[in-house]
């Protein structure tokens, strides 16, 4: 219930077997349509205003300015 922003992340990189993490973070949109990148450092439920269920996508947060420096495939 208590849980950090950085546990979901950690959680949704381990299933995808994510190690290049940087790249990435969970969006959600509030009830007024505006979009927010979740917080790792505060708690899930805090940040979210509407009722659960809750909707959130995984993204690309940052582009690297040379894709092939990338090392993992899922990544690029």
Known sequence: RDAKGQYLFD???HHLNLLEKDYFGIRFVDPDKQRHWLEFTKSV????RAQPPFTMC?????????PAALKEEITR
């Open 11 to 13: 959680l949704l990189c």
């Open 45 to 48: 439920v805090k940040q979210m």
């Open 58 to 66: 995984f993204r690309v947060k940052f582009y690297p300015t040379d």
